[in-house]
């Protein structure tokens, strides 16, 4: 107990459009926090890209202000972990920025998840039928890193011929901080094909490599051959770490891992509170849910569990010696921000937040609420009765695997008022929740027993978000007791490593507790359940649709 007195952790997380830094003490209290914005490039539809160097220099300026505000000396910060956004780093030989553009632009190194620039490798890669593909939901998505590696030796062949390291970001941001080019079992099984149950150690599978043309990244060690657990020590900061971040070399740097599966890692560990030990068969009842501009569904459990068009089984991605099952929408909150941008009635709502000092959904919201106590509505959800959407404005992730969905809207009229855009933004808003319903359906059929969702995420700040899946999916939503639920996971990994906890479940359940509470109305079932079978008629229907035009 003496070591965790006066002990302090950094979490660093990495989004897509910021990076944060949050100081927790050993015991998961946040004392202070910092964001700092980062850069992105859209060079061409379905190209997004992004500069480590401007990420580092970001995660820097948050740690500085983070231990400003908590008037934390540097040298009681005793560990640091990073998780990110699945985005794959390419660095030369030389340990520098190498361009993945035809600009030759080289501090845009970094292709972001959302990148969909290798479409056509992903589906000649999946016509393959390879192996590997049984441990990835039967497909692979466009967003993984052996696809975007494909188009990188296609299309940039010199920098794929300069290249001497390819890093998913998480791992980029450990082997910044301490030296070492260890990846993380998280990042190499979850978006590399990484076979992470095989062997004390886990394997790549040689002949999938060497089927798709990528052998060669292999043989010169350039997705990395030592891989770790995360929250396993990597060794202290080097000096030139410690002096960019702001800390010492007396601070140890832990294994990170992929942004969502923090979040995982920080709302699951409440499943154990007061109980003796970490019992593991109790982590199956429970669906992590982190929702932002994606949302991401981790599910774990002591057996694999095979399911087409839902990623995993990933072995130890997640809790370790548990398998992870992994759904998730592409676009969730990004989609409802879509709809909210592109109504008649944009510019005029966001000039109204900007008078009010409040969020434009905070206006929706309430708008919505007028418009049921005008029309005397039983409850809300009434109000989108003839309106009904398909949210996969990037492709459906999860339960169908198919980036090429799109989104839908049934029910659209002329009208361009401020209720026409609550109305929009409501049932897009509820067809998120629908899209995770469907993925629990989906767990559930395949051997899981999910009974609650244990929630954070940016969207979760919106009450009527929490509502909403609550009534949509049937199921209590569970909030944690520490809202950043991801950067508390980051930090899980940082005390794990920095020696504060013997193990990452034990880290999990000393640090995490349950918040509130969000439970169904049984009122909105049935209306919930009829909205939702329309919901997945949109996507057959649209599926139908493509297959009649695909002659042409």
Request: charged content about 20%; some cysteine.
């Amino acid at each position: 107990m003496s070591a965790l007195l006066g002990a302090y952790v950094l979490g660093v997380d990495v989004g897509t459009g910021s990076a944060r830094a949050g100081l927790f003490d050993a015991q998961g209290n946040l004392r202070a926090q910092s964001v700092a914005p980062i850069q992105t490039w859209k060079p061409r539809p379905d190209f997004v890209e992004q500069s480590s160097d401007d990420i580092w220099q970001a995660i820097g300026r948050a740690i500085r202000d983070t231990l400003a505000q908590a008037q934390i000396k540097p040298d009681q910060v005793v560990g640091i972990s990073f998780d990110a956004t699945c985005s794959l780093v390419v660095l030369d030989k030389n340990n520098r920025p190498l361009a993945v553009n035809a600009e030759g632009d080289n501090q845009r190194n970094i292709i972001v998840w959302m990148d969909h620039r290798a479409l056509a490798e992903t589906e000649a890669i999946n016509a393959g039928g390879f192996d590997v593909l049984q441990y990835v939901g039967g497909r692979l998505s466009p967003e993984m890193e052996t696809p975007k590696l494909r188009w990188l030796k296609t299309h940039l062949p010199e920098t794929w011929r300069q290249a001497g390291h390819f890093f998913d970001l998480a791992d980029y941001l450990t082997f910044r901080a301490s030296g070492s080019p260890a990846r993380s079992l998280c990042t190499l099984v979850c978006k590399w094909t990484y076979l992470g149950h095989d062997g004390p150690h886990g394997r790549w599978d040689r002949t999938y490599f060497e089927a798709i043309g990528l052998a060669d990244a292999l043989d010169d060690d350039r997705i990395g051959s030592d891989v770790r657990p995360m929250g396993t020590p990597l060794g202290p900061l080097t000096p030139l770490a410690a002096q960019e971040l702001g800390l010492t070399t007396d601070c140890q740097v832990g294994v990170g891992m992929i942004d969502a599966h923090a979040g995982g890692l920080g709302v699951l560990g409440a499943l154990w509170q007061g109980q003796e030990g970490q019992d593991l068969a109790r982590l199956e009842t429970a669906l992590a849910l982190i929702g932002g501009t994606s949302n991401c569904h981790m599910a774990v459990s002591r057996e694999p569990k095979f399911m087409d068009g839902i990623w995993g089984p990933y072995y130890g991605a997640m809790v370790p010696q548990m398998w992870l099952t992994e759904g998730g929408q592409s676009a969730a909150g990004s989609a409802i921000d879509q709809v909210i941008a592109n109504h008649a009635n944009a510019a005029s709502l966001n000039a109204q937040a900007l008078v009010q000092s409040v969020s434009v959904y905070a206006l929706l919201n309430a708008e919505l609420e007028r418009l049921r106590a005008e029309r005397g509505l039983p409850f809300p959800a009434l109000l989108t009765r003839d309106l009904h959407v398909l949210p996969d404005f990037l492709g459906n992730r999860s339960p169908h695997a198919d980036p090429n969905a799109r989104a839908l809207v049934d029910g659209l009229t002329l009208d361009e008022s401020l209720a026409s855009q609550a109305l929009l933004y409501y049932a897009t808003l509820q067809a998120v929740a629908y899209g995770t319903r469907d993925i629990v359906d989906a767990l559930n059929r395949s051997g899981y027993r999910i009974d609650s969702l244990y929630v954070t995420g940016g969207a979760t700040k919106n009450s009527l978000w929490l509502q909403e899946h609550a009534d949509a999916t049937g199921l209590n939503l569970v909030l944690p007791g520490e809202p950043e639920a991801v950067l508390l996971g980051a930090a899980m990994l940082a005390a794990t490593a920095a020696g504060l906890y013997p193990t990452l479940p034990a880290a999990m359940q000393a640090m995490s507790r349950v918040g509130q509470t969000v439970t169904p109305n049984p009122a909105v079932s049935a209306y919930h359940a009829a909205k939702f079978a329309i919901f997945r008629d949109l996507y057959l229907q649209q599926r139908q649709r493509k297959t009649a035009m695909s002659a042409f």
